[in-house]
């Protein structure tokens, strides 16, 4: 019996040996843990994961601030961390309780934790409704307990094997589980505001969680879509520098909803929950509970999303991985249920239902706690984590709200290679298929769609036959809908994009092409316009041959010493100049290749213009010779604008049969057309010059008749005829005119006989009389045709191709009249 004693007295020895051992250790790893450098290295490493460059520290017990995204108008999601109202319910900041020590206690069988605990709210006009339960108290000011705001919810606790999930409120929630940084002010965590990329305020607290000894960021920031959605995010992070041991643990966040304007009511809300479906998540209506009627859901489409879900009952059982009871008689509903480390069946909790199916219902009966009540609660679940030295792990969900009558546009972009499916990385070459859809998460709500545009960054070159031509405008896509889309409802657009040589030099650090599509649209018969954005990053991966090749062209009649461009505009007469760049810098190189360029209608080449790095080559097709690498090689030409309509003169240079260290292509293009929009020439249709005299000489008629030939002319026939048309020169005599042949007033001839004579030009050389009348007489037969400036007409009109008929009686005088030209279009 003695001996009993003393190995009982021994074994207790031990024990309590191993105990001090034990404190010993944690005590000087939370003294490690608690120095400011300590922390702000930490939080270095956290801004590399959760997006927010401009974070800043706020110090001495500061006080919370608020985010706001608008809904439609009065209406607002706010969110922050602790409280954001006063006793009469007004929306406002200013709970400096938020960075104080986290507690857990049991009021009333529910968990209550309290201080810097996530609030999600709606604001309506600048009242504030609540979609999360809040204690009763839980304002700022006079006779508030702020520290109380979403007490009933646990947020965010990390599990450790074995554990129970009722520990979720005491033994293992995050909160309670922060080392003090200043125990003197009893705080145990760190508060930055800061903002996103469209200035939506960000919100995080920092802490040590000496349970697991990693550090612990939780951030709040809004939808980078601009949607009325926030996402809570978790980001852990094992500061060991043993990159072979790892911390294990799996994450849980437990939340009480609570849809209810009016602050300060503790009844419980009979709140129906459905499941969203595809495993996505859950959400829940207020229906004519409360006005206005408003909708919460909760989502993981997000990076870092959790797996499974379940709704549940708040209280009795306490247990947050148990759904609840089927009537206040009846022992818990064990499937589903979400335990830790659940894999069996059954405890998955509500993952797999379709989409509306109610979550507070089993079996046919309702689910309830133990005073037969439905009190809306929720527990969400991401898989286990072995988190080794230097790494961080993110958990994240979205959580959106609205009130009857306004939509939730859930705007995503997205994308599937169609040459490598499956493929992770993308490569020039590859088609892209992308998707653009909406969704209405909103209630009683639809949301009109207005325009979507999807700005293509440089890399992508839309496929325009895989899509309507009226979407697409220039390198985007940019169109109006036109339709609307309800609650439940979505659209979905579609078109395929192939990535382009130029991709690789417009990747980020990381090897990505970002592409951001705009939707905007506004709810139905509501002048509140909105746009909403997706964004998603294309990894393409670098080509061995990695090249840019490029066509520019400048006007160097008006613009001789000016840039080149992608653009340039020249009229009839201008010299055009070409400037094609080709450069390689990749890890094959370039060894041959035959040049080809050819100008389209309205330009002709200068002849002995074309030049490669200075030698002039003869005309636009001539063989290349290898090319150095991270060396730009200029192929120069000129070219002549002929054409005189407007018109656009778009084309684009090549190598084809192209050689290379890796390979053979067939062949590669200029990445964009040069392009000349060419002016239209003045339509000018005129008469430069026109003859002054026609001499006949001089005549005794010795009382004879005579015809006399022209024995010269002076002056020229000079037209301009601009269109590239046929034309006709004419000549005509009005002998009863107001300018006959006449001598003071005496006609040369006095009757309607032939006067004057012109012997019109054909193909052949005979002669061909024509009399002149007031009927037009073309000097050429068959006419004249083309574009003429300057066009000389004399040989036409010159000696010997007049006659003029002199009478018998003509009376001795000098004799003078005057001629009409006149020059017209003709078929």
Do not use: C
């Not at 922060?178 to 200035?199: C, E, P, R, V, W």
């Not at 009857?404 to 546009?409: D, E, K, L, M, V």
């Amino acid at each position: 019996m003695k001996r009993n004693k003393l190995v009982t007295r021994i074994l207790f020895v031990l024990f309590t040996a191993l105990m001090m051992f034990l404190t010993v250790i944690q005590s000087q790893t939370m003294v490690k843990a608690a120095t400011a450098q300590d922390y702000a290295d930490a939080e270095k490493i956290f801004q590399k994961y959760d997006g927010i460059t401009n974070w800043k520290l706020q110090s001495n017990s500061p006080s919370n601030s608020i985010g706001k995204i608008p809904i439609g108008g009065n209406i607002s999601l706010g969110y922050t961390f602790g409280a954001a109202r006063n006793s009469s319910g007004v929306v406002t900041s200013g709970d400096n309780t938020i960075t104080k020590q986290s507690k857990s206690t049991m009021i009333n069988s529910v968990p209550s934790i309290s201080n810097g605990k996530i609030n999600v709210f709606l604001i309506y006009g600048n009242k504030y409704y609540g979609i999360l339960h809040q204690g009763a108290n839980s304002y700022i000011g006079t006779g508030g307990t702020p520290q109380t705001a979403s007490d009933s919810s646990i947020d965010y606790a990390l599990l450790t094997g074995g554990s129970s999930t009722s520990n979720y409120y005491s033994g293992m929630n995050l909160l309670t589980g922060l080392n003090l940084i200043d125990s003197g002010a009893g705080i145990d965590k760190q508060y930055y505001t800061g903002t996103d990329a469209n200035g939506a305020a960000a919100f995080k607290l920092l802490g040590y969680y000496s349970r697991r000894n990693v550090y612990v960021e939780i951030v709040l920031k809004a939808s980078i879509t601009g949607a009325p959605i926030v996402q809570r995010e978790l980001y852990v992070y094992n500061p060991s520098t043993d990159k072979t041991s790892y911390t294990q643990f799996q994450t849980f966040y437990g939340e009480d909803t609570g849809l209810n304007p009016n602050n300060g009511d503790t009844t419980v809300d009979n709140v129906p929950m459905y499941a969203i479906g595809k495993g996505e998540g859950l959400y829940l209506m207020s229906g004519s509970n409360y006005n206005p009627a408003s909708k919460l859901f909760v989502t993981n489409d997000v990076t870092g999303g959790f797996k499974d879900f379940m709704g549940r009952i708040l209280t009795n059982p306490t247990d947050w991985s148990i759904k609840g009871k089927q009537n206040k008689s009846t022992s818990d509903i064990t499937n589903p249920k979400i335990p830790w480390n659940g894999t069996s069946e059954g405890q998955n909790g509500d993952t797999a239902d379709a989409a509306g199916t109610n979550l507070l219902k089993s079996n046919g009966y309702d689910v309830v706690n133990s005073a037969g009540l439905q009190d809306s609660a929720y527990t969400l679940r991401w898989p286990s984590t072995d988190l080794y030295g230097g790494q961080v792990a993110e958990y994240s969900s979205t959580i959106g709200a609205t009130v009857a009558g306004y939509a939730i546009p859930i705007v995503s972009k997205t994308y599937t290679n169609l040459t490598s499916p499956g493929s992770t990385v993308n490569q020039v070459g590859d088609k892209l298929r992308f998707t653009l859809n909406v969704k209405n998460e909103g209630y009683q709500s639809s949301w009109s769609m207005t325009r979507i545009l999807d700005k293509m960054p440089a890399g992508l070159t839309i496929d325009k036959s895989t899509t309507l031509s009226s979407i697409i405008n220039g390198d985007n896509i940019d169109f109006n809908p036109n339709s609307s889309v309800g609650v439940g409802g979505s659209a979905t657009f579609t078109f395929t994009a192939t990535i382009n040589n130029q991709a690789p030099y417009n990747t980020d650090e990381n090897g990505n092409l970002t592409n951001t599509a705009q939707f905007t649209g506004n709810n139905v018969n509501q002048n509140d316009s909105k746009t909403y954005k997706s964004s998603i990053d294309i990894p393409v991966e670098a080509p061995k041959f990695k090249y840019r090749f490029t066509k520019l062209v400048r006007n160097d009649t008006t613009d001789p010493n000016g840039n080149f461009e992608s653009r340039a505009t020249g009229k009839k007469g201008d010299t055009i100049e070409y400037k094609v760049d080709f450069i390689s810098n990749g890890t094959s190189t370039f060894n041959g290749a035959n040049f080809a360029d050819s100008l389209p209608e309205g330009l002709e080449l200068v002849p002995g213009s074309v030049t490669m790095d200075g030698v002039a080559k003869n005309g636009l097709n001539f063989s290349v010779n290898p090319l150095s690498n991270n060396a730009t090689h200029t192929i120069l030409f000129k070219a002549k604008v002929t054409g005189i309509d407007a018109s656009t003169a778009s084309n684009t240079a090549y190598f084809n049969n192209v050689v290379t260290s890796s390979g053979q292509l067939n062949s590669i293009s200029t990445e964009a057309p040069a392009i000349v929009d060419i002016e239209a020439a003045p339509l000018t249709t005129s008469f430069v010059e026109v003859p002054t005299t026609i001499d006949f000489g001089s005549v005794n008629s010795a009382g004879l008749e005579r015809t006399l030939s022209n024995v010269s002319t002076t002056g020229k026939l000079v037209v301009t005829h601009s269109a590239d048309t046929p034309f006709q020169v004419s000549v005509s005599y009005d002998n009863n005119g107001d300018q006959p042949i006449a001598s003071n007033g005496t006609k040369l001839i006095q009757d309607g006989g032939e006067s004057l004579l012109f012997n019109q030009a054909k193909s052949d050389a005979d002669e061909n009389w024509h009399s002149l009348t007031p009927d037009p007489v073309p000097i050429k037969s068959d006419g004249f045709s083309g574009s003429h400036t300057n066009y000389d007409l004399t040989d036409y009109i010159g000696a010997k191709k007049w006659k003029l008929r002199v009478p018998a009686d003509s009376k001795a005088g000098s004799y003078s009249g005057q001629i009409t030209w006149s020059i017209n279009d003709t078929i």
